[in-house]
Structure formats: structure tokens, C-alpha cells
Antibody, heavy 121, light 108 residues
Framework: QVHLQESGPRLVKPSQTLSLTCTVSGDSISSGDYYWTWIRQPPGKGPEWIAYIQHSGTTYYNPSLMSRITISVDTSKNQFSLKLNSVTAADTAVYFC?????????????WGQGSVVTVSS | DIQMTQSPSSLSASVGDTVTITCRASQTINDYLNWYQQKPGKAPKVLIYGASRLQSGVPSRFSGSGSGTDFTLTISSLQPEDFATYFCQQTYSTPEITFGQGTRLDIK
């Protein structure tokens, strides 16, 4: 069974860069044609999709965040990462990494436990 | 992007009740609709995919229906562990998936 775990700083200052890494265990990030996904959930709100990456390096970004996001994959470490720059208080949220099965009838079948990130000086 | 609107935003019910949550898409999404359950401090867990298909291991008291723009999640004979927040998610515009704002189900 695949397991995902987020890691990274929990407090980020305004205008700086938020960096998170998701470590995948129990399966190779290169197996299958999955979408390795970042999602965030502001306090009391619904989830918001941030970006996907596939093991090939193909990426898809939320258009509303695209100018501030970089997502990358390291298949040798079985990890994928998110960088969100120029953060503001509006970026305060729980950040989840997840695996999306993609395709018709796809859904997010495995999630990390979530990383609470606060943007504050 | 496709907007997903859930109703109600919250509801109260008792153990044994049957409840229905609705989700409306801003444009047709065929049956590209999933339902998730989220408990406090935890990640969401998929219950229903493809509008009506029950995820393996999910109790049969959960059911989903709908197609096009209007969808429902029904929970029959509520159990104590069902009190949680429920989200719908559309995958029609993959990779640009979007979620509803959530419905919180509380014990009356």
C-alpha cells in the first residue's frame, strides 16, 4: 500500500518561498501513469488543486497559481516537491500531497497526512 | 474553471437517519464526480467515484447518483463514525480538478 508523507517548514515569512517535499513509500513513483499531486486546504474551506507532476516530468499547474509555482520530481529518491514563491497570508493552509489515478473514473486514492503551513512574520 | 456548489453547507442529523447532500456543477461534467469524507485533522478519503461507484471497503450505506450537472450523496442509517465533512470533486476538466466547499455533518 502506497504511503505519502509531506515535509518542510511550517512557518514561512511573507514574500518568501514555501518549499515542501513529498516522500512516497510502498510503491515506486515511476510505476504506473499516476498524477502526483499537491493540494491545499485553507482553514475552514474546501480543497484547492495546486499542481500535478508525472514521473516523466510532465507538469500541470493551477492557472491561478502558475506564475508562483514550481513542481519537480526526483525518481531516485521517490519524492516530488513543491515551491511556491512570494507567499502571503492567503497561502496559509494545510498542504497535502496525494496520488491521482487519472484518466476516466480517476480519483485521489492516497493522501499524505497534511502539512500545516502558516505565512506570518 | 468549473465551479462546484454543495448544499447544504452544514446539517445536523441523528444516528439512524438518512441524509442527502447535493453538488451542482457550473457546466456539464457527465459522471466525472467523486465524493470524499474528511474527519478533523485528517486527509480526505474517497467514498464514491464516477458519480455512483462505491470505493472498495466503503460501507454500502453510502451511495451516489447523478449525471450532467446535478449529483447527490446519500448516507442511509447514519452511524456515529459518519459525522464528518463531505466534499465533491469534479475531474471532467482534468488536470484542472475542482472541489466543492464542503458539507459539515454534525450530530443533532
Amino acid at each position: 500500500q502506497v504511503h505519502l508523507q509531506e515535509s518542510g517548514p511550517r512557518l514561512v515569512k511573507p514574500s518568501q518561498t514555501l518549499s515542501l517535499t513529498c516522500t512516497v513509500s510502498g510503491d515506486s513513483i515511476s510505476s504506473g501513469d499516476y498524477y502526483w499531486t499537491w493540494i491545499r486546504q485553507p482553514p475552514g474551506k474546501g480543497p484547492e488543486w495546486i499542481a500535478y507532476i508525472q514521473h516523466s516530468g510532465t507538469t500541470y499547474y493551477n492557472p491561478s497559481l502558475m506564475s508562483r509555482i514550481t513542481i519537480s520530481v526526483d525518481t531516485s529518491k521517490n519524492q516530488f516537491s513543491l515551491k511556491l514563491n512570494s507567499v502571503t497570508a492567503a497561502d496559509t493552509a494545510v498542504y497535502f500531497c496525494a496520488r491521482d489515478l487519472g484518466g476516466y473514473l480517476g480519483y485521489l486514492d492516497s493522501w499524505g497526512q497534511g502539512s500545516v503551513v502558516t505565512v506570518s512574520s | 474553471d468549473i465551479q462546484m456548489t454543495q448544499s447544504p453547507s452544514s446539517l445536523s442529523a441523528s444516528v439512524g437517519d438518512t441524509v442527502t447532500i447535493t453538488c451542482r456543477a457550473s457546466q456539464t461534467i457527465n459522471d466525472y464526480l467523486n465524493w470524499y469524507q474528511q474527519k478533523p485533522g485528517k486527509a480526505p478519503k474517497v467514498l464514491i467515484y464516477g458519480a455512483s461507484r462505491l470505493q472498495s471497503g466503503v460501507p454500502s450505506r453510502f451511495s451516489g447518483s447523478g449525471s450532467g450537472t446535478d449529483f447527490t450523496l446519500t448516507i442511509s442509517s447514519l452511524q456515529p463514525e459518519d459525522f464528518a465533512t463531505y466534499f465533491c470533486q469534479q475531474t471532467y476538466s482534468t488536470p484542472e480538478i475542482t472541489f466543492g466547499q464542503g458539507t459539515r455533518l454534525d450530530i443533532k
